[in-house]
């Protein structure tokens, strides 16, 4: 019986307006996983990077990550030129209830606010709901996390609901925001 995976890495990947979502080389990815999750301005809102990431441990990420699996599916995130500038991922997949968990996260800063993570969402969703058939993702964000907020929603993703004081992160305890996005109904 054929995996539900079989023959889904793409040697070209999936592509937007202005990135494409690739399988991960470590070859090609890898330094700069590692040297973002160790930059505090980039992961000032995300649930990692407050504690030093060796090479070992990103190491078997990317080993275990690389490898198809059934519970999660990470993309790097390159601009339609080739250069890396970030990652993209669904993540707890449950293919009984069509969902999963998403993130993304775009290490170069000087792209900030530039639209490349909101292209990377709407093409990661577009796969999602068109080639893996899930019907609904959902994202957390850090209440103070605007850039993200506004990503999400400008990728079509709606606000609906918060947990509050969820996680401790750089000091405080922050709500978590919850979005989701469904897909169309036929």
Known sequence: ????????????????????????????????????????EITQWTLTGDFPLSRLAEEEWFERVMRPNEKEVVFAVETLEGEHIGFSG??????????????????????????????????????????????LLISEVLDGNIASLKMLLKAGYQEVGRIPRRYWKRGAY?????????????
């Open 1 to 40: 019986m054929p995996s539900i995976l079989e023959g889904f890495l793409m040697s070209y990947g999936w592509s937007g307006e202005k990135v494409r979502l690739v399988p991960l080389d470590s070859e090609r990815h890898f330094e700069n996983a590692l040297r973002w999750i160790n930059d505090p």
């Open 90 to 135: 669904l993540h707890q997949i449950n293919w009984r209830h069509g969902t999963a968990m998403t993130a993304t996260l775009i290490g170069r800063k000087e792209l900030w606010g530039k639209g490349y993570g909101t292209d990377a969402v709407r093409v990661r969703t577009r796969h999602a709901f068109e080639v893996l058939g899930l019907r």
């Open 174 to 186: 922050r709500d978590a925001i919850l979005l989701v996005i469904e897909r169309p109904v036929e």
